[in-house]
Antibody, heavy 120, light 108 residues
Framework: QVQLQESGPGLVKPSETLSLTCSVS??????????WGWIRQPPGKGLEWIGS???????YSTPSLKSRVTISADTSNNQFSLHLNSVTAADTAVYYC????????????WGQGTMVTVSS | EIVLTQSPGTLSLSPGERATLSCRAS???????LAWYQQSPGRAPRLLMF???TRATGIPDRFSGSGSGTDFTLTISRLEPEDFAVYYC?????????FGQGTKVEIK
């Protein structure tokens, strides 16, 4: 059974880049049977899909964040990463990594989430 | 993008009662690609239903989903103590995937 675990700084300064890593266990990130995605949840609010990556390297992201988002995979370390640049306080949220089996699909496996605060 | 509106915002019920949660889409959801998630405080969301009416692995049969097009429903037939949580719907029929704002099921 695939398990996911997020890691990264809990505090990022405004205008800097938020960088998170999701470590994958129980299966290879290079598996053709999974897409790997990022979802965030501002405090007290709902969920927002950020973007996803397939083992082929194809990436997809929500239009509102597309210009600031980079998602990449590191097959040697079996992990994938999120980079969100030019952050503001509005990017403060719990960030989850999650997996889905098709490009358009429900998210069936989630990490526990990591809180990221944008503040000087 | 498709906007999902969930109602009610909060549902106050007692254990053993039936819960009916609604999710309405701003346009038709392709292939009924609609999922439901449960989120307990401080926890990650858990997938309950996909394809509008298919239970995810390990989800008890007191949870059921229905609907098509723009109107979807999640029903919990008899609420157990662990069912008091926030529930989100998500459409994945078109990109970007979007979520509703959530319905909180609280103990009356």
């Amino acid at each position: 059974q695939v398990q996911l675990q997020e890691s990264g700084p809990g505090l990022v300064k405004p205008s800097e880049t938020l960088s998170l890593t999701c470590s994958v266990s129980g299966g290879p990130v290079s598996s053709s049977g999974h897409y790997w995605g990022w979802i965030r949840q501002p405090p007290g609010k709902g969920l927002e899909w950020i973007g996803s990556i397939y083992y082929s390297g194809n990436t997809y992201s929500t239009p509102s964040l597309k210009s600031r988002v980079t998602i990449s995979a590191d097959t040697s370390n079996n992990q994938f990463s999120l980079h969100l640049n030019s952050v503001t306080a509005a990017d403060t949220a719990v960030y989850y990594c999650a997996s889905h089996q098709w490009e358009l699909d429900a998210f069936d496996i989630w990490g526990q989430g990591t809180m990221v605060t944008v503040s000087s | 993008e498709i906007v999902l509106t969930q109602s009610p915002g909060t549902l106050s019920l007692s254990p053993g009662e039936r819960a009916t949660l609604s999710c309405r889409a701003s346009q038709s959801v392709s292939n009924s690609y609609l999922a439901w998630y449960q989120q307990s405080p401080g926890r990650a969301p858990r997938l309950l239903m996909f394809g509008a009416s298919t239970r995810a692995t390990g989800i008890p049969d007191r949870f059921s989903g229905s609907g098509s097009g723009t109107d979807f429903t999640l029903t919990i037939s008899r609420l157990e103590p662990e069912d008091f949580a926030v529930y989100y719907c998500q459409q994945y029929g078109s990109s970007p995937a979007t979520f509703g704002q959530g319905t909180k099921v609280e103990i009356k």
